[in-house]
């Protein structure tokens, strides 16, 4: 069983911020923003709880690429604000829009509900089928940076990780470096298991890409696309 923090509950309202990263529950994203709406945003909730609804957007001004009703988000919270547009923001939990607000901001604000499994309390159905999923993911990664670093001539020191299921479905894809395309179908995904599952093969392919680079034989991509994957979708 899992619980976010209980006044999560209670926001019904945020400032969004725009970006073209993906920030997931749990993850720890370091961020830059020059975009004077983006900085009034920051400014504008310095002396408060610091919460910010974070959507990501592919163009390269992502500020000019407005979302929808229904789209998803990540609540986070600033932890450090250098002045100068660097953030560190921990992910909180996902949100849909069910509103967008009318204010005098140059930035949106909408109201949101919290998506699906993150409403209120987790409960871990299942949970010692996810943990072995998550430890056998764990060993995937364990497997595959012991052949890059054996073929590199180096010793591997990987630590002992023994995640809970839940937030581990999502950091997988940081500790991973997925890209953010994938992210972004990790942040859509309403279960652990469909996000472990994901993870799953894409160490599985990492080792397999591994292999090959230390067989000298041809290097495979080491994740797959979702959207070809009918176990997931």
Known sequence: MFKFPENINEIVEIPILLHEKVLLPFMTLDISIKHPKNLQLVSDIEFGDRYLGMMWRKLRKP??????????????????????????????????????????????????????????EIEMEEEDALRELTNETF?????????????LGLKSN??????????????????FSFGQEELYEMQKM???????????EWMTGFVKSAQNVANKQKFLVPYKDLSKNPKLN
């Open 139 to 151: 060993l995937k990664l364990k497997q595959g940076i012991g052949i890059w670093f054996k073929n």
């Open 63 to 120: 500020e000019t690429n407005l979302p929808s009703v229904g789209d998803i988000g990540c609540i986070g919270e600033i932890t450090e604000n250098d002045g100068n547009g660097k953030l560190k923001i921990e992910g909180l939990a996902r949100f849909r829009v069910t509103e967008f607000v009318a204010t005098d901001n140059p930035y949106p604000v909408a109201k949101i509900t919290l998506f699906e499994e993150e409403a209120g």
């Open 158 to 175: 990987f630590p002992e990780i023994q995640p809970n299921p839940f937030p581990a479905s999502f950091l997988n894809g940081q500790l």
């Open 190 to 200: 309403t279960s652990a298991r469909q996000r472990l599952e994901y993870a799953l």
